[in-house]
């Protein structure tokens, strides 16, 4: 859009027919120089505009219960419960004995441990942004302020499978467990009507449409009583890991653990790429930072608490499991009640199989918990249509929540759940490297040019870091693929290639990209690239330095590192699973394009600034002016505005940045 069709050079002040605020006036007067400096500005939408970080800084002091704001009424127990909650299920009752079948046999827990290495060097990036950008989205606002609108719809996409469809396979999990459940341990005749109307055949699950259907009325009850539910299931659920892992160990045989690899190492890495389910309820804690009590304390406590928590359980569960039985003869879907009644311990197998049926609806009651914030901070944005944005008068997200519970349903009746994992996994795995990439684009910023006159040479100076990171991220994947599948010299020689210029980025980065004295850069903390002089204003108390938040330890190496394991994972996926995460990438891109592109706040009309800085105010006029005039109107003050020469502005328009 034209930033300069609404100015009229050389009029004075006294002839304006509106009367804003003189505040406004500043706040337009300061943009409309920014227009003027930077002539690339045209009507064309930028899939790649970025979300200035004083947006959600000015969103967190001004937050307030009601209109369309949620309260913030979660404690990191209340987080923590959330994580490890929403974790726990689908990660011991569901994976572990499915990866130990299927993939890496004994040698599961060491399967566990390497996905749950990259969630730790992730899960430290997410930690440090989630309390810098402490609102509802996790990785796509995380995004949105780093890389742009078209990338953080791209990890919304991603967050989507976290959330929405990770559910829907729990839930389907869930039903055939109970099916199970009722022929092995209740003695129902397989044969007999129950069983043909619970199992009918065809891929369907109507046992699905019952936890999801109780998960919706309690989700449409409120989130105060879904977090009351959440935290006792939560403690009930550990509580009965525990019993199983200490069971497991009372059972455990040495001679289970040969051969200890029998699919290869390739089968650990395989097996790992698939337990990343397991490790996705710290992103859930970060959706829910819009919603937390002093999130700048509360979000690092509740990350890490439940990466710590949930890492240390799954692998000894994995270890327990594949000690009691050989993996062989584990059950693909009910591993530790299979493996109780395999050492003859009938009870322990009952207890396990209740409380597997009675406590793993709360995985998908948190997953849908989730999906219905995600979408209220698309709407917001305009990037979602506005209905999944509304907020009632308890502050629920009422409607978006129905919706999300619908498509979860239907996905959890017909879609059985090995046709999800890989999906789910992968999608799970691009969020991260992308909010891995968030941290280095927040904490270092590209060489600033010396002059503005040519502004594109500006723009490809400023994209330089960004550029170099899509690099790295396409390289790790490319030798992650050679790695995997050619064996041969030149496979070698070829992987040997990238990790050379992997290390090179790597380096470049580190020492050739100045690091950010105020958090975001100066670009992003302002929003616009012309405002870099003055940019502190915007973010002046979110400094690099004593500022008291999280830092991740080592950037850009930890965040480098994540990224590549994680892309190493996703390469572990077959050629069908790779295919259908482009597909579905590119069907969430299309979307962008078709309906978000046309109706992003950003784009359409930008952010307004409520509390302009009275240092933008000085570099517009050029010598101080007392704040508290500020909200008197143009009108009252037509002589002081005279006297600076100020020309005539129609106040009335929006901010653009």
């Given at each position: 859009m034209d930033r300069m069709s609404d100015y009229d050079n050389g009029d004075s002040v006294t002839?304006?027919?509106?009367?804003?605020?003189?505040?406004?006036?500043?706040?337009?007067?300061?943009?409309?120089?920014?227009?003027?400096?930077?002539?690339?500005?045209?009507?064309?939408?930028?899939?790649?505009?970025?979300?200035?970080?004083?947006?959600?800084?000015?969103?967190?002091?001004?937050?307030?219960?009601?209109?369309?704001?949620?309260?913030?009424?979660?404690?990191?127990?209340?987080?923590?419960?959330?994580?490890?909650?929403?974790?726990?299920?689908?990660?011991?009752?569901?994976?572990?004995?499915?990866?130990?079948?299927?993939?890496?046999?004994?040698?599961?827990?060491?399967?566990?441990?390497?996905?749950?290495?990259?969630?730790?060097?992730?899960?430290?990036?997410?930690?440090?942004?989630?309390c810098h950008i402490p609102s509802a989205g996790s990785s796509y606002a995380y995004v949105y302020a780093s890389m742009g609108e078209l990338p953080a719809v791209i990890a919304a996409a991603c967050l989507t499978l976290e959330y929405l469809v990770s559910s829907s396979a729990v839930a389907r999990s869930w039903g055939d467990k109970v099916v199970e459940w009722l022929k092995n341990e209740i003695n129902v005749d397989?044969?007999?009507?129950?069983?043909?109307?619970?199992?009918?055949?065809?891929?369907?699950?109507?046992?699905?449409?019952?936890?999801?259907?109780?998960?919706?009325?309690?989700?449409?009850?409120?989130?105060?009583?879904?977090?009351?539910?959440?935290?006792?299931?939560?403690?009930?659920?550990?509580?009965?890991?525990?019993?199983?892992?200490?069971?497991?160990?009372?059972?455990?045989?040495?001679?289970?653990?040969?051969?200890?690899?029998?699919?290869?190492?390739?089968?650990?890495?395989?097996?790992?790429?698939?337990?990343?389910?397991?490790?996705?309820?710290?992103?859930?804690?970060c959706c829910f930072a819009g919603e937390a009590i002093d999130p700048k304390v509360t979000m690092p406590k509740a990350v890490l608490s439940t990466l710590v928590i949930v890492t240390i359980l799954h692998t000894l569960a994995a270890l327990a499991l594949v000690g009691m039985q050989p993996y062989g003869l584990i059950s693909?879907?009910?591993?530790?009640?299979?493996?109780?009644?395999?050492?003859?311990?009938?009870?322990?197998?009952?207890?396990?199989?209740?409380?597997?049926?009675?406590?793993?609806?709360?995985?998908?009651?948190?997953?849908?918990?989730?999906?219905?914030?995600?979408?209220?901070?698309?709407?917001?944005?305009?990037?979602?249509?506005?209905?999944?944005?509304?907020?009632?008068?308890?502050?629920?997200?009422?409607?978006?929540?129905?919706?999300?519970?619908?498509?979860?349903?239907?996905?959890?009746?017909?879609?059985?759940?090995?046709?999800?994992?890989?999906?789910?996994?992968?999608?799970?795995?691009?969020?991260?490297?992308?909010?891995?990439?968030?941290?280095?684009?927040?904490?270092?910023?590209?060489?600033?040019?010396?002059?503005?006159?040519?502004?594109?040479?500006?723009?490809?100076?400023?994209?330089?870091?960004?550029?170099?990171?899509?690099c790295y991220n396409g390289l790790c994947f490319a030798a992650a693929l050679i790695l995997n599948n050619f064996d041969s010299y030149w496979g070698l020689g070829a992987a040997s290639v990238c990790g050379m210029l992997l290390i090179g980025i790597g380096l470049l980065i580190s020492y050739n990209f100045s690091k950010s004295t105020v958090y975001g850069g100066r670009s992003r903390s302002a929003g616009s690239s012309n405002v870099l002089d003055n940019s502190a204003h915007?973010?002046?108390?979110?400094?690099?330095?004593?500022?008291?938040?999280?830092?991740?330890?080592?950037?850009?190496?930890?965040?480098?590192?994540?990224?590549?394991i994680n892309w190493y994972l996703i390469a572990q996926l077959e050629f069908f699973g790779l295919v259908l995460l482009a597909i579905y990438l590119g069907a969430a891109a299309s979307f962008y394009f078709w309906y978000g592109a046309k109706n992003s706040v950003g784009n359409l009309t930008g952010w307004v600034l409520d509390d302009f800085p009275m240092d933008v105010v000085n570099s517009v006029t050029g010598d101080g002016v007392d704040e508290c005039i500020l909200n008197n109107t143009v009108d009252d003050n037509a002589l002081l505005l005279n006297k600076m020469s100020l020309s005539r502005r129609d106040v009335d328009s929006r901010v653009i940045t």
């Amino acid at each position: 859009m034209d930033r300069m069709s609404d100015y009229d050079n050389g009029d004075s002040v006294t002839n304006k027919a509106s009367s804003g605020t003189l505040k406004e006036y500043f706040m337009e007067e300061h943009y409309r120089k920014i227009a003027e400096e930077n002539p690339q500005a045209d009507n064309t939408s930028n899939p790649f505009l970025q979300k200035p970080l004083w947006v959600i800084t000015q969103a967190e002091a001004t937050h307030s219960p009601g209109d369309n704001e949620m309260e913030r009424h979660l404690t990191v127990f209340d987080l923590v419960s959330v994580g490890v909650g929403g974790t726990i299920g689908s990660g011991v009752f569901v994976l572990c004995g499915f990866i130990a079948h299927k993939y890496s046999g004994p040698a599961a827990p060491l399967s566990f441990a390497i996905s749950g290495l990259s969630a730790c060097l992730s899960g430290l990036c997410y930690a440090e942004l989630s309390c810098h950008i402490p609102s509802a989205g996790s990785s796509y606002a995380y995004v949105y302020a780093s890389m742009g609108e078209l990338p953080a719809v791209i990890a919304a996409a991603c967050l989507t499978l976290e959330y929405l469809v990770s559910s829907s396979a729990v839930a389907r999990s869930w039903g055939d467990k109970v099916v199970e459940w009722l022929k092995n341990e209740i003695n129902v005749d397989s044969d007999g009507l129950l069983v043909q109307i619970l199992e009918p055949g065809y891929g369907l699950s109507p046992m699905s449409l019952l936890v999801c259907g109780g998960s919706v009325i309690l989700l449409l009850k409120g989130v105060k009583e879904s977090k009351e539910v959440t935290n006792v299931i939560t403690f009930t659920k550990v509580m009965l890991v525990l019993f199983m892992i200490v069971g497991g160990f009372f059972l455990l045989q040495t001679e289970n653990f040969h051969p200890i690899m029998p699919m290869g190492f390739s089968g650990v890495l395989r097996g790992a790429t698939s337990s990343f389910f397991g490790y996705i309820g710290y992103d859930e804690v970060c959706c829910f930072a819009g919603e937390a009590i002093d999130p700048k304390v509360t979000m690092p406590k509740a990350v890490l608490s439940t990466l710590v928590i949930v890492t240390i359980l799954h692998t000894l569960a994995a270890l327990a499991l594949v000690g009691m039985q050989p993996y062989g003869l584990i059950s693909e879907t009910s591993g530790f009640p299979s493996a109780f009644e395999y050492n003859g311990v009938e009870w322990a197998a009952q207890v396990a199989a209740a409380g597997e049926v009675l406590t793993l609806p709360v995985v998908v009651l948190i997953g849908l918990m989730a999906q219905p914030r995600l979408g209220h901070a698309l709407a917001r944005d305009g990037l979602l249509p506005p209905l999944f944005g509304e907020v009632d008068d308890r502050g629920n997200i009422t409607k978006g929540g129905f919706v999300a519970g619908l498509i979860m349903t239907i996905i959890a009746f017909v879609v059985p759940f090995t046709y999800m994992d890989d999906l789910i996994s992968s999608g799970i795995l691009v969020a991260f490297c992308m909010t891995d990439c968030a941290v280095i684009l927040m904490r270092f910023e590209s060489p600033l040019p010396t002059t503005h006159n040519h502004s594109s040479s500006f723009y490809v100076r400023k994209q330089s870091l960004e550029s170099l990171l899509w690099c790295y991220n396409g390289l790790c994947f490319a030798a992650a693929l050679i790695l995997n599948n050619f064996d041969s010299y030149w496979g070698l020689g070829a992987a040997s290639v990238c990790g050379m210029l992997l290390i090179g980025i790597g380096l470049l980065i580190s020492y050739n990209f100045s690091k950010s004295t105020v958090y975001g850069g100066r670009s992003r903390s302002a929003g616009s690239s012309n405002v870099l002089d003055n940019s502190a204003h915007f973010h002046s108390k979110d400094t690099m330095e004593g500022d008291g938040y999280f830092k991740t330890p080592c950037v850009p190496l930890i965040p480098l590192m994540a990224v590549s394991i994680n892309w190493y994972l996703i390469a572990q996926l077959e050629f069908f699973g790779l295919v259908l995460l482009a597909i579905y990438l590119g069907a969430a891109a299309s979307f962008y394009f078709w309906y978000g592109a046309k109706n992003s706040v950003g784009n359409l009309t930008g952010w307004v600034l409520d509390d302009f800085p009275m240092d933008v105010v000085n570099s517009v006029t050029g010598d101080g002016v007392d704040e508290c005039i500020l909200n008197n109107t143009v009108d009252d003050n037509a002589l002081l505005l005279n006297k600076m020469s100020l020309s005539r502005r129609d106040v009335d328009s929006r901010v653009i940045t």
